[in-house]
């Protein structure tokens, strides 16, 4: 198994353990669940983004204007 070093502020480092704590976690579980979840998205660039987000905005629209009739 491998092993990951980053350098983070101390403060940040605190926070995020306190919380993980709060959750009955570890930091380490975290993250590691962050990493599965950020490697299984797939990436979108800015236009792929904001064309997904004009499709949304349509489907809103319809509905809305559904909702008035």
Not at 5 to 26: P, T, V, Y
């Amino acid at each position: 198994m491998g092993q990951l070093n980053i350098r983070i502020d101390d403060g940040l480092k605190e926070a995020f353990i306190k919380k993980a704590r709060e959750h009955n976690a570890s930091a380490t579980e975290l993250l590691i669940e962050y990493m599965k979840q950020y490697l299984a998205t797939p990436y979108k660039n800015e236009s792929q983004k904001i064309e997904e987000l004009e499709k949304r905005l349509v489907k809103v629209e319809q509905v809305l204007g559904e909702l008035a009739a």
